[in-house]
């Protein structure tokens, strides 16, 4: 626990260190990535590299096309992968990495601009570089001060820092987002109840004057564990839940849907996205919520299950 709580203690540190060490090279990185019309091309060598191909990852998802280039890989014929207007990150905490050599000559003959992060200002790829990211000099966490710890780090959070930086300058949105990323939890949170709600002949609606015993047959065959009561005006006036029926079960079957339904429930408008429809779920401790339509508030046009927005499916 001592030596664990040392090293991020000591990581943590290093991070501030870098926050504040930022200045006019950090947006002039920024610019050079925004104007690019080609592709940013992320290489390094060792744990370098394993840091820049997440840094590759994070900048194509935030809007910047990019990819990570394996330096031995280049000098065996990856190199006609870089073209004429990429802009190549090219990071070595010790600025010597003889590997990058292939890739730095190659790129500067096409023009392309480099962008290098080191820790030392001295370094062979200071001197090349168009724009020079310092990282901060400091010891890693390693008590040996050998396994890159501390650096990795400071790349990592300084790649995350120009990503997030770049996306923020195009205007990019969530909805911006949301078309890289359909797939998974970050998709399923991004999108629209519309999308996945379950809609006409699914939806459990009952009328408000139907006896119970037809509303729990409604509700038994739906499964959601809820139903909404409609007034005469096609309006949602109620929901009965299996909360309700327990509450009610002594006098359940001598009782109509209006006697047993809370009124005035929780639902969310068209257009609702999908965590803030789950985190209103999980505020109000519910597991089902009706969708309204947009134009008619009233009016049910949807049903969302918890289920469905942790799992990103809908019928």
């Known amino acids: 626990m001592a030596h664990g709580r040392r090293v991020v203690e000591r990581e943590g540190q290093a991070l501030l260190e870098l926050a504040s060490s930022l200045d006019e090279s950090f947006a002039a990185a920024t610019e050079v990535l925004l104007n690019t019309h080609q592709r940013v091309i992320v290489t390094g060598m060792g744990k370098s590299g394993h840091i820049g191909r997440k840094i590759a990852a994070t900048l194509a998802a935030t809007g910047t096309p990019s990819f990570f280039l394996h330096p031995a890989e280049a000098a065996h014929g990856d190199l006609g992968m870089i073209v004429r207007g990429d802009v190549l990150l090219v990071l070595s905490n010790s600025g010597a990495t003889a590997e990058l050599d292939a890739v730095l000559r190659h790129g500067q003959t096409l023009g392309c601009a480099v962008i290098g992060v080191t820790a030392q200002p001295q370094s062979p790829l200071s001197q090349r570089s168009d724009v020079l990211l310092l990282l901060p000099a400091l010891p890693e966490a390693c008590p040996k001060n050998m396994a890159p710890t501390t650096s990795t780090a400071l790349m990592l959070a300084l790649g995350d820092a120009l990503a997030v930086a770049v996306m923020e300058s195009r205007g990019w949105t969530r909805d911006h987002l949301r078309i890289l990323h359909p797939g998974g939890s970050l998709g399923s949170r991004m999108a629209y109840v519309d999308e996945i ?119």
């Open 197 to 315: 709600m379950h809609t006409d002949d699914a939806l459990p609606l009952v009328a408000a004057g139907a006896p119970m015993k037809e509303v729990v047959i409604e509700m038994t065959l739906r499964r959601f564990g809820i139903a909404g009561v409609m007034g005469h005006d096609s309006n949602l006036v109620g929901v009965i839940t299996d909360g309700d029926l327990r509450r009610h079960c002594d006098d359940l079957f001598h009782s109509s849907a209006q006697d047993v339904m809370t009124a005035r429930p929780i639902t969310v408008p068209e257009g609702t996205r999908c965590e803030d429809a789950l985190a209103l779920m999980q505020s109000s401790r519910i597991t089902c919520l009706f969708v309204m339509s947009a134009n008619r508030p009233s009016k049910p046009v949807g049903l969302v299950h918890i289920h469905d927005l942790t799992s990103g499916r809908g019928s």
